[in-house]
């Protein structure tokens, strides 16, 4: 045996059968779970690390507040004192005119906040509520796989914190491992994005320099030439800095020898809209690096399974939307799942036909904004919506829209899209005509 044997005291015993069993007990894992629960149906989460655990990804986005409210969750998180983000700003490497987007100023939102989180804390106040709720949430434990009897999931094996196994039996098998995307890798159906080939580099800085008033909590979004940087400053006065890259601008330093430090240094030097704000910071955290941006997997949902959050896909993060996507998609996975729990079914793909359109329909509206991000026209249009105008002052109000995560119904976010992308075609013809 291996392993630390005095943990297993803490763990919660574990039936041979649930109702369904959820694998990641990060924010799609943990509101699935409760939400399934709230409906009278019995639910294991089973979570691999043990929190508070270190994550990335802490902007969230007020369309997400009615389900957050739902759990009771919005009031804890004013009381564990995150800090109100009440929009986003957008400006170029030099920092010069950065261009405001506040939330209250948008169309169809109805929140006119959301919060900056560390996510180790986040994560934490979401797995206790879970467990303050009753469910039986084990850490430590790894889902090695999902069983299958056929085509049909009907439980999930574990290895528990001393190593051993042990196989549970589930009605429904709910995969919310995040990046890991377990279903995804064991089914074969992960599909990586060549289109975005991207590499991150992240940490946490202390004693960043803040805007002040109501937006001390605003997100910094710069737009460079080796891709884009974020600053999300934190209550207490840290910071999460973090910078996305095209992979050749990566590979061509690290090439030359530069190791991941020397590039972040490189990265900090060509954006002072960033340097400016960490100067007199000191790094909270060793730099961290992600790489295989966006990728889908081809169903999300199959007989007794079904994928949310980034165990189902993941986009590029420049418009925070993770989490949204991850919360949002457990409350509609959650409704067609307590449909044929309720009814005493067996859940098949089919049932969660409604939850695959929802969040395939969302995730194409977010990677039609995502591509055209990555180009230099429409960034200029999209970051400088021009003022005065009423019909530009509605293109922006629908840009505020998407950056609070209002996008669905999709329909009502294409026309600003089709208009945008209009924009930037003009723009480069213009630059074409101007070259000449
Ligand atoms: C560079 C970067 C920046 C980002 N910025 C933002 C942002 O500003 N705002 C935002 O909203 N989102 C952001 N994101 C995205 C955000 O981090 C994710 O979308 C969000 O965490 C998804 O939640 P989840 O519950 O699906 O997955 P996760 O939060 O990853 O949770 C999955 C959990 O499953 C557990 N797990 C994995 N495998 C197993 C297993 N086999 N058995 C048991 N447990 C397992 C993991 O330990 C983990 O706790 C960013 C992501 C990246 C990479």
């Not at 995150?82 to 109805?110: I, M, N, T, W």
């Not at 966006?294 to 993060?317: K, M, N």
């Amino acid at each position: 045996m291996h392993g630390d044997p005095s943990a297993m005291s803490e763990i919660p015993s574990i039936r041979d059968c649930y109702d369904v069993v959820v694998i990641g007990g990060g924010p799609a894992g943990t509101t699935f779970a409760r939400l399934l629960e709230r409906r009278g149906h019995a639910v294991l989460v089973v979570e691999k690390s043990r929190h508070p655990r270190f994550c990335v990804g802490e902007s969230l986005l007020p369309a997400t507040l009615p389900v957050w409210r739902e759990l009771g969750l919005d009031e804890r998180f004013e009381k564990a004192g995150f800090l109100r983000k009440y929009g986003a700003y957008f400006c170029f490497e030099d920092g010069a005119q950065p261009e405001y987007f506040h939330f209250a100023d948008g169309s169809r939102v109805r929140d006119p906040h959301a919060w900056e989180v560390p996510r180790s804390t986040f994560d934490r106040l979401l797995w206790d509520a879970a467990v303050e709720a009753g469910i039986p949430c084990i850490d430590r434990t790894t889902v090695r796989e999902v069983v299958f009897e056929g085509r049909r999931a009907t439980g999930v094996e574990l290895r528990l914190p001393d190593e051993s196994r042990r196989r549970v039996r589930a009605r429904l098998v709910a995969d919310c491992s995040g990046r890991a995307t377990l279903l995804g890798h064991q089914l074969g159906i992960r599909e990586p994005d060549p289109k975005l080939d991207k590499i991150a580099l992240y940490c946490h800085y202390d004693d960043v320099i803040r805007s002040s008033g109501d937006d001390a909590g605003t997100i910094a979004i710069i737009a460079t030439p080796f891709g884009w940087m974020w600053l999300i400053p934190f209550a207490g006065g840290g910071a999460s800095v973090g910078a996305l890259m095209h992979r050749a601008w990566y590979r061509e330093r690290k090439q030359a020898g530069a190791d991941k430090d020397a590039i972040w240094a490189e990265a900090l030097e060509d954006t002072p809209a960033v340097s400016r704000r960490l100067v007199g910071a000191t790094r909270a955290r060793p730099l961290e690096a992600t790489s295989d941006f966006q990728y889908r997997t081809e169903r999300l949902a199959g007989d007794g399974w079904v994928a949310i959050g980034d165990a189902g896909a993941f986009v590029d993060p420049v418009f925070s939307s993770g989490i949204h996507l991850a919360v949002t998609g457990a409350h509609a996975a959650s409704l067609a799942a307590d449909v044929s729990l309720a009814g005493g079914r067996l859940p098949r793909a089919r049932d969660f036909a409604r939850y695959t359109r929802r969040t395939r329909a969302v995730l194409n509206v977010y990677s039609k904004f995502i591509y055209a991000w990555y180009d230099d026209d429409f960034r200029a249009v999209f970051m400088r919506p021009p003022h005065g105008k009423r019909g530009v002052e509605w293109l922006k109000r629908e840009i505020i829209s998407v950056l609070a995560g209002e996008v669905s119904p999709t329909w009502r976010v294409l026309p600003a899209m089709k208009i945008l992308l209009g924009m930037a075609h003009l723009r480069r013809v213009g630059r074409g005509l101007s070259a000449r």
